[in-house]
């Protein structure tokens, strides 16, 4: 989730905002059967690896499953089941689209509106 002008976090770095109802568990269990591996950070990876693997929630299994690639420079190692460390050349950081220095061309290819007003923007680079 991220905010119109790129911020995925509130402030001190909550994430109390997003909106988690039916149709986002939905969202995530389609997304979760679709994708072969999760890119994670630090901090999102520890938060999960601090949850998912005792979780009981349906998604669970699949999150546990999947391949993870943490990103970090600052972490020794990682333990949640099917992770893999990389701590050389990364770029890591909280905003989404800081520093950006081309412009990257986006086909919006579906749109999908939650009832609680969270909209799902599915877009395909158009670079060759």
Sequence with gaps: ?????????????????????????????????SIAAMLLGRVTYQLFANYWPSATEPEAHLLNKLPKIVFS?????????????????????TPMFKDIKEKITLKLVKTETFRSGVVVLYYQSTEK
């Design 1 to 33: 989730m991220v905010t119109l002008d790129g911020f995925m976090e509130g402030p001190n770095r909550k994430l109390d905002w997003h909106v988690i109802d039916e149709d986002f568990n939905r969202y995530g269990a389609e997304m979760l059967n």
């Design 73 to 93: 420079r600052t972490l020794e190692k990682v333990e949640w089941n099917n992770s893999r460390l990389v701590k050389e050349n990364i770029a890591s950081g």
